[in-house]
């Protein structure tokens, strides 16, 4: 990930919008982490606030405090495309005209009729 394309924000600022972001954070330790968020949840323990991010693949978690800095890469806006949780589907391709099979395709000929008996018991080849 680019440092100029990164944006430093606070973990108190985390919402749903953000799952799917690239993402760079340091842990406790000073390990520098990047990932893409799949989920996060976020309690309290011992009355402080604490945030437990997913990464989307493999499946690995960090647990972050108060005052953490997130670095995200924004997404980039597409013109086309719906804001908000569900993305807009893809409009399907117009209907085009049938068109010929180009190897004639020629059916079996039935050797008797049918029957759901038939189905589990195979007629006597004759």
Known sequence: MTSNAMAERPIEDLTPEWIGLLMEVEDEGGTTIGFRLGRYEKTTVDGKPMWRL????????????????????????????????????????????????????????????????????????Q
Do not use: E, I, N
């Open 54 to 125: 997913f990464s989307d693949q493999p499946a690995w978690s960090v647990t972050l405090y108060t005052g953490t800095k997130l670095r995200c890469v924004p997404p980039v806006p597409d013109p086309g495309a719906q804001t908000g949780h569900y993305p807009q589907q893809p409009t399907p391709a117009a209907h085009s005209a049938p068109q010929a099979p180009q190897h004639p395709v020629a059916a079996s000929q039935v050797q008797a009729a049918r029957t759901p008996q038939s189905w589990v018991t195979q007629p006597p080849h």
